[in-house]
């Protein structure tokens, strides 16, 4: 492996030494604020692997701004993606609250989503009966909360953040792998744990693969630290946990596996030893397994002249569009009902309203590019009698 000086320290141990793993040239809207192309590397010093690129707290902020939308943003979405994220969840809360202090009622437990979007997790949590919830979200959020969940919003960072008394759990899901920098966080919300209290982790699984499975994590440009369990549990028993649980799944509404790791916060470490399955070479071998299923899909428009639009565009879609099959197609246009896209490029290709496909003729195709929103997709493509080609379930 080359080794490279990094300009971006690990964000876990701060290391200027790595060993180049990857080049991505990435794909987004041409108007990103965060640098598209990027190298994958890993730590020389604690084998952590990240993303390293010129990121700084001024272009991580000013990116999930302008993305991080009630328009925008895949989780923090419309209704049907909300429903899914909180049925996935609900064995996850379950399993927290086992773990967590008999003494105490769930109306009694002091709880705190820290990254708590819209109050998704915190609303299974009201759900069991505890209601003593703070939610923690960085005031540049658009914080539309939906009317059924109330908590506590603390407007703050994961790093700054100070909760008036101490939380028995909290909780931080699909937030570390956002991060400019890991271990100030996680010794943040041990700080505002009480003793004893528990802390449940949740990232996307570097680690995980198989055929079913794009482990498209390593492309997503907002993802800019990689976990396996080896090393999320290695930095929780490090900085004051014992791990309890790590928790693997594969929801079926995005593209990856997830890795759960419930701790609770004590002054010695568990002393668990936890398996390092995790080989380097993984992550250029995951990344290179993204078109494996797609291609299979759309294979009769690569190298072909056929016109392509390609309906829904989020990070994961440019990830898998970039990483397969699509990147050799003939895209004319991206389209998406959010008018927050329309207007913009993404590879200098133009994002429209779907309005655009009328008068299409029956040589073009339609890809879905979104899974909870591709009935409504394909009930609209019906409506507006499209003659073309539908290609669904891409991933
Ligand atoms: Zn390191």
Same mark, same amino acid.
């Given at each position: 492996?080359?080794?490279?000086?990094?300009?971006?320290?690990?964000?876990?141990?701060?290391?200027?030494?790595?060993?180049?793993?990857?080049?991505?040239?990435?794909?987004?809207?041409?108007?990103?604020?965060?640098?598209?192309?990027?190298?994958?590397?890993?730590?020389?010093?604690?084998?952590?692997?990240?993303?390293?690129?010129?990121?700084?707290?001024?272009?991580? @902020?000013?990116?999930?701004?302008?993305?991080?939308?009630?328009?925008? *943003?895949?989780?923090?979405?419309?209704?049907?993606?909300?429903? =899914?994220?909180?049925?996935?969840?609900?064995?996850?809360?379950?399993?927290?609250?086992?773990?967590?202090?008999?003494?105490?009622?769930?109306?009694?437990?002091?709880?705190?989503?820290?990254?708590?979007? +819209?109050?998704?997790?915190?609303?299974?949590?009201?759900?069991?009966?505890?209601?003593?919830?703070?939610?923690?979200?960085?005031?540049?959020?658009?914080?539309?909360?939906?009317?059924?969940?109330?908590?506590?919003?603390?407007?703050?960072?994961?790093?700054?953040?100070?909760?008036?008394?101490?939380?028995?759990?909290?909780?931080?899901?699909?937030?570390?792998?956002?991060?400019?920098? &890991?271990?100030?966080?996680?010794?943040?919300?041990?700080?505002?744990?009480?003793?004893?209290?528990?802390?449940?982790?949740?990232?996307?699984?570097?680690?995980?693969?198989?055929?079913?499975?794009?482990?498209?994590?390593?492309?997503? &440009?907002?993802?800019?630290?990689?976990?396996?369990?080896?090393?999320?549990?290695?930095?929780?028993? +490090?900085?004051?946990?014992?791990?309890?649980?790590?928790?693997?799944?594969? %929801?079926?509404?995005?593209?990856?596996?997830?890795?759960?790791?419930?701790?609770?916060?004590?002054?010695?470490?568990?002393?668990?030893?936890?398996?390092? +399955?995790?080989?380097?070479?993984?992550?250029?071998?995951?990344?290179? @397994?993204?078109?494996?299923?797609?291609?299979?899909?759309?294979?009769?428009?690569?190298?072909?002249?056929?016109?392509?639009?390609?309906?829904?565009?989020?990070?994961?879609?440019?990830? =898998?569009?970039?990483? *397969?099959?699509?990147?050799?197609?003939?895209?004319?246009?991206?389209?998406?009902?959010?008018?927050?896209?329309?207007?913009?490029? &993404?590879?200098?290709?133009?994002?429209?309203? %779907? *309005?655009?496909?009328?008068?299409?003729?029956?040589?073009?195709?339609?890809?879905?590019?979104?899974?909870?929103?591709?009935?409504?997709?394909?009930?609209?493509?019906?409506?507006?009698?499209?003659?073309?080609?539908?290609?669904?379930?891409?991933?």
């Amino acid at each position: 492996m080359k080794k490279i000086s990094l300009q971006r320290p690990c964000p876990v141990c701060n290391s200027f030494k790595g060993e180049l793993l990857l080049q991505k040239k990435g794909l987004y809207f041409d108007d990103c604020i965060l640098p598209l192309a990027r190298e994958i590397v890993s730590c020389s010093e604690c084998e952590f692997v990240f993303c390293h690129a010129e990121y700084t707290l001024e272009n991580l @902020s000013a990116f999930y701004a302008q993305y991080y939308t009630y328009s925008h *943003s895949l989780f923090r979405a419309q209704k049907p993606t909300w429903n =899914l994220y909180v049925d996935r969840k609900r064995p996850v809360v379950e399993s927290i609250l086992a773990h967590a202090s008999k003494d105490k009622l769930n109306k009694d437990m002091i709880i705190c989503d820290v990254g708590s979007g +819209n109050g998704e997790l915190l609303s299974e949590y009201l759900r069991v009966g505890c209601n003593k919830l703070y939610g923690v979200e960085p005031s540049a959020l658009e914080n539309e909360s939906h009317d059924s969940v109330s908590y506590n919003l603390v407007e703050s960072d994961i790093y700054e953040f100070s909760l008036t008394e101490k939380a028995d759990i909290i909780t931080c899901t699909h937030v570390m792998e956002h991060l400019l920098t &890991i271990t100030n966080a996680v010794q943040n919300m041990r700080e505002n744990l009480d003793e004893n209290g528990l802390l449940y982790i949740e990232v996307p699984n570097a680690e995980k693969t198989d055929d079913q499975i794009f482990p498209v994590q390593t492309c997503i &440009i907002e993802h800019i630290n990689l976990f396996t369990p080896y090393q999320l549990c290695t930095l929780l028993e +490090n900085n004051g946990f014992s791990v309890i649980e790590v928790i693997t799944c594969q %929801p079926d509404f995005i593209p990856f596996h997830l890795l759960g790791v419930i701790a609770r916060k004590s002054k010695e470490p568990s002393g668990v030893k936890i398996e390092n +399955n995790f080989d380097p070479q993984d992550i250029p071998r995951n990344a290179t @397994s993204i078109s494996y299923g797609i291609d299979l899909k759309i294979g009769e428009f690569i190298d072909s002249e056929r016109p392509v639009y390609i309906w829904g565009m989020t990070v994961v879609m440019a990830a =898998l569009w970039e990483n *397969s099959g699509l990147s050799k197609c003939n895209v004319v246009n991206v389209i998406d009902k959010s008018e927050s896209k329309q207007g913009k490029t &993404i590879g200098g290709i133009l994002v429209c309203d %779907p *309005s655009v496909l009328e008068n299409a003729s029956p040589d073009t195709a339609v890809i879905v590019g979104t899974l909870t929103q591709a009935d409504s997709v394909v009930e609209e493509l019906k409506k507006m009698n499209y003659p073309g080609k539908i290609v669904r379930e891409l991933f």
